[in-house]
């Protein structure tokens, strides 16, 4: 009976271990845009949203309670320091003001935005 309730403790570890290594690591945060801005071709409007980027599958969600508003794939580049709070990085371009990347707080790698695909969706 004791070998039976160790094989099915060691078989629970096993899932749970394999559970986390199988979602990645996602960081998220909680952002407030002042104005619009474009991911892609997805407008958000000015107000708070959640932020979360999954470093195995490298894409960056942006929700609005609780509901993606944007998606999009992205990659990491190290930066010189690390962040002293989520920073969002932009750019003024012709067509409005786009994002091109975000650092979570104490983090030393900047998050870029894919800006050259159509993988931004709802």
């Given at each position: 009976m004791k070998s039976f309730l160790n094989r099915i403790v060691c078989t629970l570890t096993i899932c749970a271990v394999a559970s986390v290594f199988a979602h990645g690591k996602t960081r998220r945060d909680t952002i407030t845009l002042t104005q619009e801005v474009k991911i892609n071709n997805t407008v958000l409007k000015s107000g708070?949203?959640?932020?979360?980027?999954?470093d195995e599958t490298n894409e960056l969600a942006i929700l609005k309670n609780g509901k993606v508003v944007a998606k999009t794939t992205a990659k990491l580049e190290q930066r010189n320091t690390k962040a002293a709070r989520t920073e969002l990085k932009t750019v003024a371009t012709n067509s409005g003001i786009e994002l091109l990347g975000v650092a979570f707080s104490g983090s030393d790698k900047n998050i870029l935005v894919d800006r050259g695909s159509d993988a931004a969706r709802n």
């Amino acid at each position: 009976m004791k070998s039976f309730l160790n094989r099915i403790v060691c078989t629970l570890t096993i899932c749970a271990v394999a559970s986390v290594f199988a979602h990645g690591k996602t960081r998220r945060d909680t952002i407030t845009l002042t104005q619009e801005v474009k991911i892609n071709n997805t407008v958000l409007k000015s107000g708070s949203y959640e932020v979360t980027f999954n470093d195995e599958t490298n894409e960056l969600a942006i929700l609005k309670n609780g509901k993606v508003v944007a998606k999009t794939t992205a990659k990491l580049e190290q930066r010189n320091t690390k962040a002293a709070r989520t920073e969002l990085k932009t750019v003024a371009t012709n067509s409005g003001i786009e994002l091109l990347g975000v650092a979570f707080s104490g983090s030393d790698k900047n998050i870029l935005v894919d800006r050259g695909s159509d993988a931004a969706r709802n």
